[in-house]
């Protein structure tokens, strides 16, 4: 079946609002009124793939021998489909760019001026370099707290979690190069005394 074209009006890249990473809730379909998190942006058809959400199954590695697997996967989704979620009281909300006092490029809440941090974007390998598991701070506490228009937010602090490695200990060199076996390397550590002899062997 041939899909019907949809023509969307461009976006410039000064004024795009969402994000990977951003909570949306989806506004039509069947998943109407549900919230996820932007998986990926496709910025040249104003795509957004809501993680879990929009989904439709389908079949994969079919062949003549063997019905293949049936997986979900999440289809795209239209900015005007989607809305931003207001942190406030996590309710769809428009946003609109706007600058603090000091100087910071934001997004902010029409509804209740809260400030929506960009959350940090991965790089094309999928890594986050400034992915962060902390508590919310404020500026005089360590974080980053910005005004705009009178509205007040607060930004993720830059803290270790319980399975996070520091950086101290990342740069510690532990490793002292030996001429000993991995079983003598352990029986030092932990003390062990070897008092028993190898006897003679003999072939025949």
């Known amino acids: 079946r041939r899909r019907r074209k949809i023509f969307v009006e461009p ?26 998190m932007v998986t990926q ?4 058809r104003n795509w957004v793939v809501v993680e879990g959400l929009n989904t ?10 063997y019905s293949g697997t049936y997986i979900a996967s999440e289809a795209p989704l239209l900015l005007s489909q ?4 207001d942190p406030e009281d996590r309710k769809p909300t428009e946003v ?5 006092e000091e100087g910071e ?14 959350p940090p974007q991965p790089r094309r390998d999928g890594i986050v370099p400034e992915h962060w598991i902390g508590e919310w701070g404020s500026r005089e506490a360590g974080g980053h707290t910005g005004k705009a228009w009178g509205a007040q937010c607060c930004y993720l602090t830059h803290t270790d979690g319980p399975k996070d490695t520091s950086v101290e200990d990342t740069l510690a060199k532990t490793y002292r190069p030996s001429l000993k076996t991995f079983e003598e390397e352990i029986m030092d550590a932990m003390g062990i ?9 003999y072939w025949y």
């Open 105 to 118: 490029r934001v997004r902010v809440s029409l509804r209740s001026g809260r400030i929506l941090p960009v």
């Open 96 to 100: 609109q760019w706007r600058y603090t």
């Open 11 to 36: 976006i410039a890249q000064d004024d795009w609002k969402v994000f990977w990473g951003d909570t949306v809730q989806v506004l039509t379909g069947k998943d109407a009124g549900k919230q996820g």
């Open 193 to 201: 005394v070897e008092t028993r002899r190898a006897k003679k062997s």
């Open 56 to 65: 439709h199954y389908r079949y994969v590695n079919r062949t003549v021998k």
């Open 82 to 85: 989607i809305s931003l979620v």
């Open 41 to 44: 942006v496709v910025r040249d």
